[in-house]
C-alpha cells in the first residue's frame, strides 16, 4: 500500500503562483513515475505533469512553460510549482503514484482544490 497526501491548494488570483506538494510513504518501489492530474469542473481527469524517480519531465501543454514539477526521493515528496495563473487552471488536483515494474501499482491522493479567480 502507498498513501499520498496533498497539500497547497487554495484560493489564487488569476496570474498568481500555487505550490502543491504530495507526501508519499509506504511501499514505494524504484522504478517510478509521480504525476500531477487535474480534474476540470465537468471535465475528465488529465494529466497536468509527470516525473519519475529519475528526474524524467512530461508537461502538458496547458502548463509548459510557467510549471515545474520535481520530486525529492529522499523523503518521497512531489511538488508542483504553477506560476501565471489562469482560471481554466480551476480544479482538483490529484497526486499519482505508479510503480512501473511489476506487480504494476497505482495509487492516487484525495486530491486538492484550486480555485483560480478572474
Known amino acids: 500500500q502507498v498513501q499520498l497526501v496533498e497539500s497547497g491548494g487554495g484560493l489564487v488570483q488569476t496570474g498568481g503562483s500555487v505550490r502543491l506538494s504530495c507526501a508519499a510513504s509506504?511501499?514505494?518501489?524504484?522504478?517510478?513515475?509521480m504525476g500531477w492530474y487535474r480534474r476540470a469542473p465537468g471535465k475528465q481527469r488529465d494529466l497536468v505533469a509527470s516525473?519519475?524517480?529519475?528526474?524524467?519531465?512530461r508537461y502538458a501543454d496547458s502548463v509548459k512553460g510557467r510549471s515545474t514539477i520535481s520530486i525529492d526521493n529522499g523523503k518521497i515528496a512531489m511538488y508542483l510549482e504553477m506560476n501565471s495563473l489562469k482560471p481554466e487552471d480551476t480544479g482538483v488536483y490529484y497526486c499519482?503514484?505508479?510503480?512501473?515494474?511489476?506487480?504494476?501499482?497505482?495509487?492516487w491522493g484525495q486530491g486538492t482544490q484550486v480555485t483560480v479567480s478572474s
Open positions: 516525473i519519475s524517480n529519475g528526474g524524467f519531465t
Open positions: 509506504g511501499s514505494i518501489r524504484s522504478p517510478y513515475v
Open positions: 499519482n503514484y505508479n510503480a512501473i515494474l511489476w506487480p504494476n501499482a497505482d495509487y
